[in-house]
């Protein structure tokens, strides 16, 4: 029942009250001693609260949960060690620009500084990778302090923020007001990009013959996948789908070159290099996609949309800048164009498209009858609905589902970027199934992340989370070794995981409340997967036993030009043929 404006409450009370207000209908926690007084008011909260097994768990669960609902997540912990482990959800939160709040429980203020017991200096800590954050020590400060953190978190460039309350603060009493105004004089994100500017980068489209439009997780964020998909069929512009944006713009269209980067296709990566002008949407330029900064896209004139405009120019020099909702801007490109011409580039096309006839990812056979991890991914997603979210933790099987899964709907692949955090893929699956129940959540992981979060399968299996994870093993840290095969001289130091003997998966996952099941043939797949699409009231887990020496391909050595990219170990695309 909503409390009264002036109603005497606890600082817990408020806390939740506070917590309703802004919408929030879950939460992902782990009680402990100094936010112990907010769990009491919970309990009868119409939030539903989610007890994980570990802080970090609680994290990543919220941002799964954010990615797949465009809501802000919601994490809580205690201070000390609760609130230390929820440090790498927040710099990840913060590395994919995903919304959330994380509310940690401090010691009583009078003890702060002092080294109290499971005191830490969380704000602090956290300073570089959040937002915002707020230490709060008065009772009647929680209100203001919830409702701004929200709207930090979900608005502008969306990100973390830390509310770190004192439990004193929470145990005192204080009238509850809730607040008509938020005093942020200093935050005034740019949504309404610069009329000038879009007719200006519209101009430049029309008149250019080797344009890309390079797409990065800002458009998922921004949910601008329908004007992202006006501006192409206007323009006949090829797209390019950054990692964190796969899925925003179909892959099944034929002017979808694929992913760029380290590990992109060659058409993308292709693309970037020979065009004369990149039309850069809500995306960074990170290193991953430019590779050797000084020879990345020698060619092209740069338009850079983005809502933040600390990031235009940081990494790229940009000829035309930007700033604005990345969804603002393309609708608004799209209204100018509508008085252009279209740029002549069906030589451009023609050439793209065949690189990306030429070159497409594939794989070699596995030996002796065993399976291919490639080959283990792409069948799933063969098999899987249409609607499937897809959730990946760090490494070789994350670029293998990036090229082998059918990326067609936005807002449906999750992984790490920025970060690349091992040990996401499982807690995020949970989040991503909480905020959809009715969509299948496949969680494809490798045996090295998965053996550092799947914990939180007994969470799943406790509030009847029925998320499917696939294991793939290959019984080594995958993409460590191949970097120690391909620059190491294959000197395997500390990449064998020995999971071909520990831990027996299935065991494993039976033990925490799973249906679990093995498969190390293509027979043993089929039957397996078969089965698995069926059982939709329990969490599942899947370990494929694949090859060890498979690689990802294609791939472009850090630190170099992406003109070095190599589809085989020593192969190059042949670029000279395909220059215009």
């Excluded at 919304?99 to 005191?119: K, W």
């Excluded at 069906?346 to 009858?369: I, N």
């Excluded at 933790?393 to 992984?415: C, D, I, K, R």
Aim: net charge negative; hydrophobic share 45%; glycine share 10%.
């Amino acid at each position: 029942m909503a409390k009264q404006d002036g109603e005497l409450l606890t600082g817990a009370q408020a806390l939740v009250e506070s917590l309703e207000r802004v919408g929030v209908e879950v939460a992902f926690g782990i009680p402990g001693g100094a936010i112990l007084p907010a769990y009491d008011p919970l309990f009868d909260s119409t939030i539903r609260h989610i007890l994980t097994r570990h802080e970090q768990g609680a994290g990543h669960a919220a941002e799964g949960y954010a990615l797949v609902s465009g809501k802000v997540g919601v994490c809580i912990a205690t201070s000390g060690p609760g609130a230390t482990n929820l440090v790498t959800p927040i710099a990840n939160a913060y590395m994919d620009s995903t919304p959330l709040v994380a509310i940690t429980g401090q010691v009583n203020s009078g003890a702060i500084g002092t080294d109290a017991f499971q005191e830490a200096d969380i704000r602090g800590i956290t300073m570089p990778i959040t937002k915002h954050s707020f230490l709060i020590k008065r009772t009647e400060d929680i209100p203001l302090a919830i409702k701004e953190a929200f709207h930090i978190a979900g608005t502008g460039r969306k990100g973390p923020v830390l509310v770190d309350i004192a439990k004193d603060a929470l145990a005192g009493t204080a009238p509850f007001h809730w607040p008509d105004e938020m005093e942020l004089p200093g935050y005034r994100p740019t949504l309404e990009p610069h009329a000038r500017q879009v007719r200006a980068a519209a101009k430049l489209i029309a008149e250019s013959r080797r344009p890309v439009l390079y797409v990065g997780g800002g458009v998922a964020g921004a949910r601008a996948h329908r004007e992202l998909a006006e501006l192409v069929e206007l323009t006949g512009i090829p797209v390019v789908t950054t990692l964190m944006a796969r899925g925003v713009f179909p892959d099944s269209h034929e002017l979808h070159m694929g992913m760029p980067g380290m590990h992109g296709t060659v058409a993308a990566v292709g693309a970037l290099q020979k065009a004369d002008l990149l039309v850069a949407l809500g995306t960074r330029f990170d290193d991953r996609v430019t590779g050797l900064v000084s020879s990345f896209a020698p060619e092209a004139k740069v338009i850079h949309a983005d809502v933040d405009p600390a990031e235009i120019g940081k990494n790229v020099p940009v000829d035309i800048p930007i700033v604005g909702d990345v969804k603002a801007t393309i609708a608004g490109l799209v209204a100018q164009f509508r008085k252009h011409e279209a740029p002549d580039v069906d030589a451009w096309v023609a050439m793209l498209s065949t690189m990306k006839e030429r070159y497409q990812p594939r794989w070699d056979e596995a030996p002796d009858g065993q399976l291919s991890p490639q080959e283990v991914i792409q069948r799933l997603g063969e098999l899987a609905p249409a609607d499937t979210i897809f959730v990946t933790g760090v490494g070789q099987h994350q670029m293998w589902a990036a090229h082998f899964l059918p990326h067609e709907t936005p807002n449906s692949f999750l992984n790490s970027g920025g970060a690349g955090t091992m040990g996401f893929c499982v807690p995020a699956a949970m989040g991503a199934k909480v905020a959809n129940p009715d969509r299948m959540v496949w969680g494809i992981d490798g045996d090295g992340c998965f053996q550092m979060t799947n914990q939180e399968l007994v969470t799943c299996t406790v509030n009847q989370i029925p998320v499917k994870i696939a294991v793939i093993n290959n019984n080594v840290l995958g993409m460590v070794r191949q970097w120690q095969s391909l620059f190491y001289e294959g000197r395997y130091s500390n990449t064998d995981l020995n999971t071909d003997s520990w831990p027996n998966f299935p065991m494993l996952a039976e033990a925490m409340g799973c249906a679990a099941f093995r498969a190390t043939n293509e027979e043993e797949m089929e039957d397996v997967l078969a089965k698995v699409m069926q059982i939709n009231d329990r969490p599942v887990v899947v370990e494929f036993v694949v090859h060890k020496d498979a690689m990802v391909w294609p791939m472009v050595p850090a630190g170099v030009s992406n003109d070095e990219i190599k589809v085989a170990r020593d192969m190059a695309p042949e670029w000279e043929e395909e220059v215009l």
